[in-house]
């Protein structure tokens, strides 16, 4: 017997062109003691449907249609009370646990507030009850730490405070939305665990709203697909993921990067751009080619940055080291991995590469030249013009200013003044054709595209230049998984074609075993091991990269 | 704390030397001190002998030095124009002043956070449209403006209050007050008004922007979800974080109102400082204009001190930080 | 070229700020009015038949004739005369002249000094940007009208007496200027520091564009908006300013009047019942500067809502 029945709910937001469905008659049921994955890509609606159970929709949005039973009641029967059912019967986690709490109140006092809105108890009581749940939830010294401020969290343990305050008034529908999209793999493995034991043991209906499909996988009993506000599909999570009936299902669970084998392609179900099917692309003439020599293209040696701003800051003590010792080598025409967690330093790493940062100390060699020793300017162009980066946010990486035949022009004109106005335009066409984008994108601005076609721009921008070395600083992490495997498939091809050597940064290990011959993983600043993928997935040497490889979501978990 | 507040006191003390010192460039720099306080018909030797005895001639650091000296006993030399203590003609004068801004301030920021805080709850409520269209006609209205309509229409048309002046005041040997008689408090209502309105629309846009920003935030989101009462939203959650910089606004808001005190002050003609310090600058009376610069300039970094320490005790995101950082 | 010319139009067309603009009558009805009080105060020659300045026009007879409208109007002076005989609507559009060129001026003036220093603190960082900010902390201390008192009276105490009326507009417009600098520092180093972490500007350093380069081709334009903003917020504070200090006596003189001057003037009056003398002038300002304040609201909402 289901516990919640959503029964042909209807989200729409009026805009000033056209009114938006977010959500149309969505139906879903959840049993108590059971987990409900909702997933889908970004605008499916999975997070409208979440916040329109408790009729938490942010203006101009309303639910237009649709009634939810929590038992036997209609809660929104009266939308005006619904506000009772909030905390009591129900309670909502969100993404983002640094936002999530009020700064200037104790989670004690949070707590104590939220126990008393709903539970008839006197504060001796309530606070009993806080203390409970925080040793529940899994914080040490509750007792002490219930008198702190949020921000004295770490967000994982923050994370928990916030489930502690969703479940204090013991309600028996908890609705998570990404809850640990914002947390490192470690604590996310920790909130999960946290999340499956408590709907064990309080008996609760969850809803976990989320676009990973490893969390799916690892955490629910069941799933329901979104896509455009629409429910795709809906059933046992294993016979979702293994035996998918809609198209957007299979291409979706094709997307994900497989964590226990390496591919050679992505297999694309429905594709955002026209497929080219160019084996030889035409900038290849224009590249200066090179015969490859399996020589050592960069060298890192004994690499130290530590960000020392006390100057600025209130804090002058604890000089954090950002990179603290690193060397590693990259042949010309591999790829090279580097992993870590938030703060690893991967990104500092990148950075000093591609000469953004200068290096507390140690140095960088490329094509046995020492970069991070070069004074002049004029000096410096050559290898500006070698060493280009794909940055992580598509909507930041392209000024939304100039049109993209502009951003693309910029590198070329630079590098070579002396090009003729015609050949110019040629070369764009030819770089826009490379990254599958149609030459009648050239005259647009950023922002009339999708993130996945601002990531070509991107990538033609980064290869206007005919680098050598392509730095890939997460370029897929803020995309669709769908929209990911195209990139990835993307950057593959062009790599093969052009020769190129690659350093793919990427917290995500399922993508970086797919796109790396070898791999480094960092943990605070320090090199832990370099390995071959297959080695460093197979026989993982280091403690920590073993724990990393634990605790990864794996998609796989579903087969066995 | 400790180091905190010596931080914060040692930065105020920086401030208020350049301040000194762009207080001292005047006098000293802009025209020559010596041919305003003498007539035309003083002879050169007399001149250099008073340049002598003045310290003039001494290099500047020493100079410097002594003007930091007196300044901080309240010493900025004579008026050229009043032939009189520029200390003398600041007490005297000081009073009328205070006591506008004093009434001025508890005006705008009363009724500002009230307001502010009305209208950004009630986003789209009638009277909040017509409290933001008054609001934006205020900050359009100058205060002379301002002033000169209120004369015409309570003292010229109307009748029933002064259109100068501060009424009879009662002298209480230190300090003349004007709020123990009738006529005192019927002369301070116009111009106190008039001064607070610019301030008190400003300080509505403020508070209802930072309203609405906070009633954005997913803690607000969250404690929704959590079912909390709206009046504890709003008037607990919401407007305790939205009243952290009704505090900085506050502080900025005494100092402009002395600064546009000068201007209410010449159109009630209210015997205050700023009136003092506007013949200075049509005479340039430089010892009035750089002890006048001087004192606001004093007045803003005293009561920036004291906001950075209320903050201290208020927000507890500023007191962990700063702790951390003194170990 | 053609082509690109309709590009440049639909753009505008379809973008958001065209639609707001459209759906905002508050904001159709303040740029109408902002477009009729520009072009008669610039074209003042074409608008008006009488030049006050001309002393051969001027008729004592004529003078505190009330607006036309009243008993003792005459109807060729719709708004009434001064003490000296002097058509008010003819002086109030020569003397909004005056009030808009020293506005634009100091504006332009602070907004090229403020936005120049900003940004180059924002992307250069280190002790130059602190140097900078401590430097708009200093100034913020003085508040702008004391601050536009003070130059005024340093630059009566270095220029003579003779040159004073004539430099006095140019001291006017330094003085205003001069005071609402930091506010253009502050707002253009926080929209930088915001844009020199994104992406663009570090890709732009990668493929070897100078600094000057990417902060006057790529951060510029991006951070635009929010300087337009207090742009056009700071336009109605420099004109207030303007009638403030000209009102205390130290702005503009009594030769050249802008309507400051003229409310100074006929505040004498006033008591004697020539309301007319102050009130026209007076309206008309707040008008202007209102209608300057409803279109920077507008913009505020519309181009950057969250600034404050």
């Known amino acids: ?89 129900i309670g909502l986690i969100f993404q983002d646990p640094q936002t999530s709490l009020n700064p200037i109140f104790t989670i004690g006092e949070q707590l104590i507030e939220t126990i008393q809105t709903h539970l008839k108890l006197d504060i001796k009581q309530a606070k009993d009850k806080a203390i409970n749940l925080l040793k529940e939830v899994g914080i040490k010294d509750a007792e002490q730490r219930f008198n702190n401020y949020p921000h004295q969290f770490s967000g994982g343990m923050r994370q928990r405070v916030v489930i502690s305050l969703a479940l204090c008034c013991e309600p028996e529908l908890l609705i998570a939305d990404e809850p640990t999209t914002a947390l490192d793999v470690s604590i996310q493995s920790q909130i999960l665990d946290l999340i499956k034991k408590l709907t064990k043991e309080r008996n609760l209906a969850v809803i976990l709203i989320t676009h990973d499909m490893g969390v799916i996988a690892e955490t629910t009993n069941r799933v329901a697909v979104m896509k455009n506000g629409n429910l795709v599909e809906i059933g046992q999570t294993k016979e979702i993921l293994t035996k998918p009936k809609q198209t957007y299902t299979k291409s979706l669970v094709s997307s994900v990067p497989p964590t226990n084998k390496k591919i050679s392609r992505f297999i694309i179900v429905e594709k955002e751009n026209q497929p080219t099917n160019n084996t030889n692309i035409k900038i290849l003439n224009r590249w200066t080619k090179k015969e490859i020599i399996k020589q050592d293209l960069v060298e890192v040696k004994n690499l130290y940055k530590s960000f020392d701003d006390s100057f600025f800051t209130e804090s002058s003590k604890n000089i954090v080291m950002a990179v603290d010792d690193v060397s590693f080598k990259i042949t010309e025409g591999e790829s090279f991995g580097l992993v870590g967690e938030s703060g690893s330093g991967k990104s500092t790493i990148a950075k000093m590469i591609v000469n953004l940062f200068k290096p507390s100390s140690g140095d960088i060699y490329f094509d046995k030249t020492c970069i991070t020793k070069i004074k002049s300017n004029k000096e410096m162009m050559k290898f500006r013009k070698q060493i280009q980066m794909i940055f992580q946010d598509p909507y930041s990486s392209l000024n939304g200013r100039l049109k993209v035949e502009d951003i693309i022009a910029e590198p070329i004109k630079l590098h070579n003044p002396s090009i003729k106005n015609e050949d110019l335009k040629n070369y764009i066409f030819d770089l826009l054709e490379s990254v599958e984008l149609a030459p009648n994108s050239s005259t647009r601005y950023p922002h009339e595209f999708s993130g996945g076609q601002r990531q070509r721009i991107s990538i033609a921008r980064a290869l206007a230049t005919q680098p050598r070395l392509l730095v890939c600083d997460e370029p897929t992490s803020a995309l669709d998984v769908s929209i990911q495997a195209q990139i990835l498939n993307l950057l593959k091809d062009l790599q093969e074609q052009l020769n190129l050597t690659i350093l793919f940064i990427s917290h995500d290990l399922p993508v970086v075993r797919q796109m790396c011959d070898r791999i480094g993983v960092l943990r605070n600043g320090k090199l832990c091991e370099i390995s071959n993928s297959e080695d460093l997935f197979e026989n993982p040497k280091h403690e920590y990269t073993k724990e990393l490889l634990r605790l990864m979501p794996k998609i796989e978990t579903i087969y066995n | 704390m400790i180091k905190y507040f010596f931080k914060r006191l040692f930065q105020s003390a920086v401030v208020m030397l350049i301040v000194a010192f762009v207080s001292f460039s005047l006098f000293n720099f802009v025209g020559d001190p010596i041919n305003n306080m003498v007539g035309e018909e003083t002879s050169d ?57 004093f009434i001025s301030a508890l005006i705008a920021l009363v009724s500002g956070t009230l307001l502010g805080v009305y209208t950004g709850i009630n986003r789209k409520g009638f009277f909040s449209d017509i409290i933001l269209a008054i609001s934006l006609l205020g900050v359009s209205l100058p205060t002379f403006v301002i002033g ?55 300080i509505i846009r403020l508070v209802r922007a930072e309203m609405m920003e906070i009633l954005q935030t997913d803690y607000i989101k969250f404690a929704k979800a959590r079912g909390l009462s709206e009046k504890s939203i709003y008037y607990k959650h919401a407007l305790k974080n939205g009243l952290i910089p009704v505090i900085t606004i506050a502080g900025i808001n005494i100092g402009t109102l002395i600064a546009f005190s000068i201007i209410t002050e010449t159109v009630f003609q209210w015997p205050g400082m700023g009136f003092l310090f506007i013949q200075a600058v049509q005479f340039v009376d430089i010892p009035i204009m750089s002890a006048y610069l001087f004192f606001i300039a004093f007045v803003f970094v005293m009561i920036n001190f004291i906001v950075d320490i209320l903050y201290y005790f208020i927000d507890p995101r500023i007191r962990v930080k700063a702790e951390a950082a003194s170990g | 070229m053609d082509n690109n010319k309709s590009n440049l139009l639909n753009r505008i067309r379809n973008s958001d700020v065209y639609f707001s603009f459209k759906k905002s009558p508050t904001a159709i009805i303040s740029s109408i009015i902002l477009a009729i009080i520009f072009f008669c105060s610039f074209f003042v020659e074409l608008v008006v038949p009488y030049n006050p300045f001309d002393p051969s026009s001027l008729s004592l007879m004529e003078a505190f004739t009330p607006p036309s409208w009243t008993e003792n109007g005459l109807s060729k002076f719709i708004l009434g005369t001064d003490g000296q005989g002097r058509d008010m609507l003819s002086t109030i559009l020569y003397g909004s002249r005056i009030s808009l060129i020293v506005g634009f001026s100091a504006i332009i003036f602070s907004l090229v000094l403020g936005v120049g220093l900003g940004l180059t603190a924002g992307y250069f960082g280190g002790k130059y940007e602190m140097f900078v900010m401590r430097l708009t902390d200093v100034q913020l201390t003085v508040p702008s009208i004391l601050m536009a008192l003070l130059v005024d009276g340093i630059a009566r105490g270095i220029i003579s007496r003779e040159m004073h009326d004539e430099m006095a507009i140019y001291v006017l417009i330094f003085a205003i200027g001069i005071s609402e600098w930091p506010q253009f520092a502050r707002v253009s180093r926080a929209a930088t520091l915001v844009e020199k972490n994104k992406d663009y500007v570090s890709a732009s350093t990668i493929i070897g564009v100078s600094n000057l380069v990417v902060m006057f081709k790529h951060i510029l334009p991006n951070i635009m908006r929010p300087i337009l903003v207090i742009g056009t917020i700071g336009l109605a504070l420099a004109i207030l300013a303007e009638a403030t200090l000209s009102f205390l006596g130290v702005g503009v003189p009594p030769t050249t009047p802008s309507l400051g001057t003229l409310i ?45």
């Open chain 1, 1 to 89: 017997m289901s516990f919640l029945k959503i029964n042909n709910l209807s989200v729409e937001y009026k805009m000033r062109r056209e009114t938006v469905h977010a959500a149309k008659n969505i139906n879903i049921e959840v049993s108590k003691g059971e987990i409900l994955g909702l997933v889908g890509e970004s605008g499916s609606g999975k997070s409208t449907v979440g916040n329109a159970i408790i009729n938490l929709i942010d203006e101009p949005g309303k639910v237009s249609n649709g009634t939810i039973h929590l038992g036997e009641i209609n809660i929104h029967d009266d939308l005006e009370n619904i506000i009772k059912y909030r905390g009591k019967k």
């Open chain 2, 45 to 101: 030797e007399e001149r250099s002998q008073l340049r002598e005895s003045l310290g003039l001639n001494d290099p500047v650091h020493i100079q410097f030095s002594r003007f930091i000296v007196n300044a901080s006993k309240g010493e900025f030399g004579i008026s050229y124009q009043l032939r009189r203590p520029v200390s003398e003609l600041i007490t005297e004068r000081l009073p009328a002043t205070i006591e506008l801004v």
């Open chain 2, 148 to 202: 000169i309509l209120f004369i015409y229409l309570f003292a010229v048309i109307l009748g029933i209050l002064p259109s100068f002046g501060r009424g009879e005041v009662v002298d209480l040997g230190f300090w003349s007050t004007g709020f123990l008689t009738t006529t005192g408090l019927k002369a301070i209502i116009l111009p106190s008004v008039t001064l607070s309105l610019f301030q008190m629309t400003y």
């Open chain 3, 264 to 308: 100074r003037l006929g505040n004498d009056f006033l008591f004697s019942g020539e309301w007319w003398i102050t009130f026209f002038p007076a309206i008309f300002l707040v008008l202007l500067a209102f209608s300057i304040n409803l279109l920077g609201d507008w913009m505020r909402d519309t181009l950057n809502p969250k600034l404050n």
